[in-house]
């Protein structure tokens, strides 16, 4: 019923950018929050940043001040905008989003993820 889609991954230098983006479709009547989380080989899961509607951004301690997180609620697409990257921050990015359906069901969808690699 609903598909999230992340794009915007890839290779980059340690000190470069990078700016994800997750499209929201489906029967969508409304989205109250959209989140991004990162997992790296080996590692747990990690929410980077999250972001409700009309509130303010979140941010997890490890990207505050690099990291960029927004949304076009017209489109039902979330943004991240990742600068500075570190090495450590290689991982796959996959966004979630807790949406109310057209027929005001309510839960919580995934993206499939994007591949971050940041390595000189």
């Known amino acids: 019923q609903v598909q999230l889609v992340e794009s915007g991954g890839g290779l980059v230098q340690p000190g470069g950018s990078l700016r994800l983006s997750c499209a929201a479709s489906?029967?969508?009547?409304?989205?109250?929050?959209m989140r991004w989380h990162r997992q790296a080989p080996g590692k747990q899961r990690e929410l980077v940043a999250g972001?409700?509607?009309?509130?303010?951004?979140n941010y997890a301690d490890s990207v505050k001040g690099r990291f960029t997180i927004s949304r076009d609620n017209a489109k039902n697409t979330a943004y991240l905008q990742m600068n500075s990257l570190k090495p450590e921050d290689t991982a796959v990015y996959l966004c979630?989003?807790?949406?109310?359906?057209?027929?005001?069901?309510?839960?919580?969808?995934w993206g499939q993820g994007t591949q971050v690699t940041v390595s000189s």
């Open positions: 972001i409700i509607t009309g509130g303010r951004p």
């Open positions: 489906g029967s969508i009547r409304s989205i109250s929050v």
């Open positions: 979630n989003a807790d949406v109310t359906l057209s027929n005001w069901y309510s839960t919580t969808y």
